[in-house]
């Protein structure tokens, strides 16, 4: 049926988005004739003016029609992985997939499928999610609309294409699992699996594998811990290898940059940010951009990323934001001790039994035929147990470990986001955030028209000030602080004197509440690159926090070093403008190169290392990672292989060492005649060799796009932390253009460079460096990479009349509730 509903276009049209020669009306799910639903309205409405590079700009009466119209248009680009979302959440990838198959959100959670599924089945069990949204903790009206329309939004977009064989992408055409039949719910345990990945869902496997001790395994390291580091405190752990096995892999960061500059700092005397989010390429936690837009009350832009109705990054009229990822924990270990059984343990209540949850997983066998297969879980009432030695939480015959994780009881994070995109400025952006308690594992860089800019983490954190940290660790929790700052506390008063404390002007008990969490308001600048709150400016240093939100006095990263110095050698010849904002992105200084190059070093090192054709190489190179620059190969390889100490993770390599009274300047000076360095650039150039890649080779011939699907387009940028690029990009489990050097595969995502101009305007560019469709064989699959790789921005359409002057298509869904 091809109709424009009335009360619907008059609007739309207002708004010039419904060209009558270009407007494709579409009605899902029609009721019969005769009916009053039939004879009625539809009650979802909404329409999709896709522009260049297929961004859809979705416009509606209200929230549930926009999560209706979001729902729709995120099908139309994503659908792989939103029934791939989806699918995890009901807790049937087994039955599907088959059990032994495995699941990688590309960013912390892994295992098989039956892995995923004993978890998620035993949430469904427990009815985590419905118990959330009947609670305090749980959403609002306008985000259950939201999330219900976005549901429905799937639903009327696979109904129109004609089911699961009609999809053009080949990873999932056909799939048996992708059915119209999306509910709200399905949506909910998707979005409350997104904010485990940093505390539960990390610890995965752990946590599905868990059995108690037994004779054949009793879970004893060679000597008790305790026994151990306090016997010979030099044996504490690696620290590298023990941040790995807690979710912060120091080689494999999860992470961003985002910088916001102030009136007093740039042309215009208004805010402008520059945010890069380093996300993964491909899977659960890929963007897409939208608009979203209520008539006269809401409008909003950015990325979303999929499965998410609302959006995460972007701007309004008045305000733009970014999000880097932050240091603080989201959970804490209690240990409890056991007491005659490795299942009882002792409470200041009295001795309990662990919570044994059997979980039944229908999985689908070699042959086809389906079979259900019974898992064990256990929990304490704080949370899931856990048999992990990599993070010293052993279960063994005389204690154990449980997770007591913030993300776990909230169900809060569409509401913040939705809430944010209302902001009229940087203050009013962080008060809605707080109203909303549901920033997951984010810190929030931000910038407004007035000119005023916002550093905060104001993230979900475990109410555990330092005095009760020091109150309640056990032995083995002391180790996990002092090596890692996780206080590991006694469980056996976690219901007492070592629960989480709770603040009053917290949105719910157990979490800090504002006034104990860092935050910054500036007129200059603001930046975040991963590293903690320590630092969002020079020239202003955030102390006296808890320490599980990360550290202070702290060394920062080369990545954030260059964050700063794109900034402070901007200022130091003028105030910064919107094309030099740009510019910052797209320069790709390596910041550990103009370190360790300074005094020739680099060469130094390369010749006493027998680098032969390498060094004339390095010496020539400009110290970028552009596509024309030849050497960057040789400086990551070096980078990579360079000393640090095991224990403490402290490099080695530097002849002025750090110092918190010069913290972007320090450590420096690379020890050219340190044996550890010559034989890390040795081995360096001996990788290469070993793999024919020539030494003056352009680094655009070695670094290509590598997601699914995608050409061997070159790209500039290169690593991030260990290098120092800002615009980092990384190759982890490539899946195209494997023959290349180092396809890429993850980094620096969705990038906005938003600037508020005079009378209003706003000066929005962006790049989706993979494109806004997953779909290889859609013409929006790679045409933003190939922009990206000549360094171009896409001038994203963001008022009425913009959106028509870049309008490819534009199209009215209609669906009854």
């Not at 909404?46 to 700009?57: F, W």
């Not at 206080?487 to 056996?492: F, H, M, Q, S, Y």
């Amino acid at each position: 049926m091809f109709t424009t509903p009335p009360r619907f276009a008059a609007a739309a049209v207002s708004l010039g988005l419904v060209p009558a020669l270009l407007s494709i009306v579409w009605q899902a799910d029609a009721a019969p004739a005769g009916t009053a639903q039939a004879a009625s309205a539809p009650a979802y409405s909404a329409t999709i003016t896709r522009t260049k590079h297929g961004i859809p700009h979705v416009l509606a009466k209200d929230f549930g029609s926009l999560g209706f119209g979001s729902g729709y248009a995120s099908a139309g680009t994503s659908i792989c992985t939103l029934a791939d979302t989806l699918l995890t959440g009901r807790g049937e990838r087994s039955r599907y997939l088959g059990p032994s198959g495995r699941y990688d959100d590309q960013v912390s959670m892994t295992g098989t499928n039956l892995q995923v599924d004993t978890l998620v089945t035993d949430l469904h069990d427990r009815q985590v999610v419905e118990r959330l949204l009947a609670s305090k903790a749980g959403p609002g009206a306008e985000a259950r609309e939201m999330v219900k329309g976005y549901a429905a939004g799937v639903n009327a977009w696979l109904r129109k294409v004609g089911g699961s064989a009609k999809i053009t992408d080949p990873s999932c055409r056909g799939a048996a699992y992708i059915r119209p039949d999306a509910t709200a719910t399905d949506i909910w345990y998707g979005v409350y699996l997104a904010n485990l990945i940093a505390s539960t869902g990390h610890f995965l496997p752990q946590i599905t594998e868990a059995t108690p001790p037994s004779a054949s395994d009793p879970g004893i390291p060679e000597l008790p811990v305790s026994a151990r580091f306090a016997a010979a405190p030099k044996q504490l752990p690696d620290k590298q290898k023990l941040m790995a096995a807690l979710g912060k892999d120091p080689k494999s960061p999860f992470g961003s940059n985002a910088t916001a500059i102030g009136g007093a700092a740039t042309t215009t005397g208004r805010g402008m940010v520059l945010g890069n989010p380093h996300f993964p390429w491909r899977g659960r936690y890929r963007f897409t951009q939208q608009q979203l837009t209520i008539p006269g009350s809401y409008d909003v832009a950015g990325a979303s990323l999929i499965g998410s109705p609302v959006v995460n990054i972007g701007w309004n009229k008045d305000v733009a934001w970014s999000h880097t990822v932050s240091t603080a924990y989201r959970f804490t270990p209690y240990e409890y001790q056991t007491l005659g059984s490795p299942t009882s343990y002792v409470t200041t209540g009295g001795v309990k039994q662990l919570d044994k949850r059997e979980v039944r997983v229908v999985v689908r066998r070699g042959d086809g035929r389906l079979s259900t297969v019974t898992r064990s879980l256990y929990r304490t009432d704080e949370g899931y147990v856990l048999d992990d030695p990599a993070t010293l939480m052993n279960w063994t015959p005389v204690s154990f470990f449980a997770i007591r994780d913030a993300n776990a009881e909230q169900l809060r994070t569409i509401d913040t986001f939705l809430d944010m995109g209302k902001a009229t400025d940087v203050t009013d952006l962080l008060a809605r955030q707080d109203k909303g308690g549901g920033m997951p594992w984010v810190n929030t860089t931000a910038a407004d028209r007035a000119g005023n800019t916002l550093y905060a983490d104001h993230s979900v954190v475990p109410n555990v000030p330092n005095a009760l940290a020091h109150q309640c660790m056990t032995p083995i929790g002391r180790v996990l602080f002092q090596v890692a700052g996780l206080p590991g506390l006694d469980g056996t008063r976690a219901t007492a004197d070592c629960a989480w404390r709770t603040d009053p002007d917290a949105q719910r008990p157990g979490i800090l509440g504002p006034r104990n969490l860092p935050v910054a308001v500036r007129r200059d600048w603001v930046m975040n690159a991963n590293d903690s709150y320590w630092l969002p400016n020079p020239a202003q240093r955030l102390e006296g926090f808890a320490r599980i939100i990360g550290c202070e006095k702290c060394q920062r990263t080369l990545r954030t070093r260059m964050v700063d110095r794109y900034v402070m050698d901007a200022l130091a010849k003028r105030r910064i403008s919107p094309t030099d904002l740009r510019g910052f992105e797209h320069q790709n200084r390596v910041m550990g190169a103009e370190v360790m190059g300074e005094g020739n070093d680099l060469v130094d090192v390369c010749l006493a290392a027998d680098g032969g054709d390498a060094c004339p190489v390095l010496a020539a190179w400009d110290r970028t990672s552009n596509v024309g620059s030849r050497g960057n190969q040789i400086f990551e390889e070096f980078v990579t292989r360079l000393p640090k100490q095991a224990l403490t993770g402290a490099e080695t390599y530097w002849k002025v060492p750090f110092s918190e009274a010069d913290p972007v300047n320090t450590p420096r000076d690379l020890d050219e005649a340190n044996a550890d360095v010559v034989t890390a650039m040795k081995d360096a150039i001996g990788s290469l060799r070993s793999r024919n890649v020539p030494m003056n080779a352009t680094w655009g011939s070695l670094q290509v796009a590598g997601d699914t699907g995608a050409p061997a387009i070159p790209l500039g940028g290169g690593s991030g932390d260990d290098a120092g690029n800002a615009n980092a990009l990384a190759s982890r489990n490539p899946v195209q253009n494997t023959d290349r050097y180092k396809p890429v595969t993850y980094g620096s995502s969705h990038i906005e460079a938003i600037s508020f101009l005079d009378g209003g305007a706003v000066d929005a560019r962006t790049i989706l460096t993979y494109g806004q469709s997953e779909d290889p064989t859609s013409p929006w699959s790679k045409d933003q990479t190939e922009l990206f790789g000549k360094k171009q921005w896409v001038s994203f359409p963001f008022t009425a009349a913009q959106i028509q002057g870049e309008r490819v298509t534009t199209e009215t869904v209609t669906a009854p509730r």
